[in-house]
């Protein structure tokens, strides 16, 4: 009886065997996928990548960046682009010019320039007179110290005229910048037979013209 039993249930489990491997290939024939042991974990959404923040400034190349691209030049910094400082030009000396215009002064066209400087020297403290120089023309220019140019002034001439034994006659003017005047097609005389017109006509016909009247003519 027991025997029966045990052949009876060898039985049962063979055919429940050979129904699961038919059941199998019937799945496998079908196309059904069969079931899985245990269902998948839950997969977490995935997390966007978060934006990268483009910087809108060129980086500024290193040492070693520069040496590898020899004609990249790069950009110039706002320190080299500020224009130095530039300091204010210095003063001009004032200059006097004392006007020999040819006249016999024996006492300046005579004496060296070193003499007439130690002379104006002693008559003229201040303002400083820093040196005497003789143009071809015979005239002299003294140029007196910027920082006391508040002091040379027109009473000052007639203190130079005496230190160099000059007489009032003698012109003393400042330095100033000139140019010359040339004049066209100017009567020499009235007619023929008139004598022609003298320089100091001609200076005087040219000292009423409207146009020139305010130059001052040397």
């Known amino acids: 009886m027991v025997r029966k ?3 009876a249930e060898s039985s049962l489990i063979r055919q429940s065997q050979d129904l699961t491997r038919s059941s199998s290939r019937f799945d496998a024939a079908a196309g059904i996928p069969p079931l899985p042991a245990t269902p998948p974990p839950p997969v977490a959404p ?3 990548p978060a934006p990268v923040a483009h910087s809108t400034t060129r980086p500024t190349p290193t ?13 110039p910094s706002a320190r080299l682009l500020k224009p130095p400082a530039q300091s ?8 006097v010019v004392v ?9 300046i066209t005579n004496t060296s320039n070193t003499t007439l400087f130690r002379s104006l020297s002693a008559v003229i403290p201040s303002p400083l007179l820093l040196g ?7 005239n002299l220019v003294l140029p007196f110290q910027p920082e006391t140019a508040h002091s040379v002034n027109t009473p000052l001439f007639a203190t130079i005229r005496t230190a160099l034994g000059a007489d009032g006659g003698t012109r003393v003017s400042f330095d100033v910048p000139w140019s010359r005047l040339h004049l066209a097609q100017i009567p020499a005389r009235e007619s023929p037979d008139a004598p022609v017109f003298s320089q100091e006509d001609l200076r005087a016909s040219l000292e009423q013209n409207p146009l020139i009247a305010g130059l001052r003519i040397t």
């Open 46 to 48: 995935a997390t966007p």
């Open 88 to 95: 204010p030009p210095p003063p001009k000396p004032v200059r």
């Open 63 to 75: 040492f070693s960046q520069a040496a590898r691209c020899p004609g990249q030049r790069s950009a």
């Open 99 to 107: 006007h020999i215009d040819g006249q016999s002064l024996p006492s």
């Open 5 to 7: 039993l045990e052949i």
């Open 132 to 138: 005497v120089h003789r143009l071809g023309s015979g």
